[in-house]
């Protein structure tokens, strides 16, 4: 056993691990140790920049849920956009569950967005269903405001998959993108241009959101394909 590994199950929460293996049913749950995310992220902290971190970046893959988590805290502060998307990279294709790729936020990423426009058009049309849900969160996360266009989410609706952290991932990527830019988006679901689940899960998600009014609300139950 590794040192980090050692200091992980030193973090275990064997209650929080039973939560956390119904959570994550991609995930072998042999390979789930139980730390809680606060005690991850200080964790994270306390390696910053040290040896010992850099070390484990380089170690692909790992061997427990935890020690992929404990990863993408790590890379959260990178300044660099070339070495945050080089490290993303080699991360991805590792990765399998929401968890994993949802808590991946890159400073790097978040300082220079437009440079990540062609790493995210390539995850888009990969094999691996973690690496195109990270896709979709990028674009929901970063061009949703004031960089939003409209090939953005032209880009997410050509996105055809039967993977369900796929699917649930557009739903949310359109409902948060009816919360902030409803006319350019209720489109899609006026012409039907989502695949039936993503349609009707996404109207779901948006009647559930406070970002929505009562009146868009109401509207959007009229749109529910039987």
Known sequence: MTEIQE???ALQDKEYRAG???LNPTVDPDTIIG???????????ELKDTDE???FLACLPHRYFEEYQLHTFLLAPVKDFDEGATQVQRLLPFLNSWAQTDSMRIKAFDREPERLLPNIENWLISDHAYTVRYAILC?????LDKRFDEEYPAMVAAVHSEEYYVRMMQAWYFATALAKQYDSVLPYLTERRLDKWVHNKTIQKA?????????QKIHLKTLRQR
């Not at 009647?207 to 009146?215: G, L, N």
Request: charged letters at 25%.
């Open 7 to 9: 200091k992980l199950f």
């Open 20 to 22: 956390s293996v119904k």
């Open 35 to 45: 730390v809680r995310i606060p005690a991850l992220r200080a964790l994270a902290k």
């Open 53 to 55: 971190a850099i070390a």
């Open 139 to 143: 674009l929901m996360n970063l061009f």
């Open 207 to 215: 009647v559930e959101s406070y970002r929505i009014t009562d009146e």
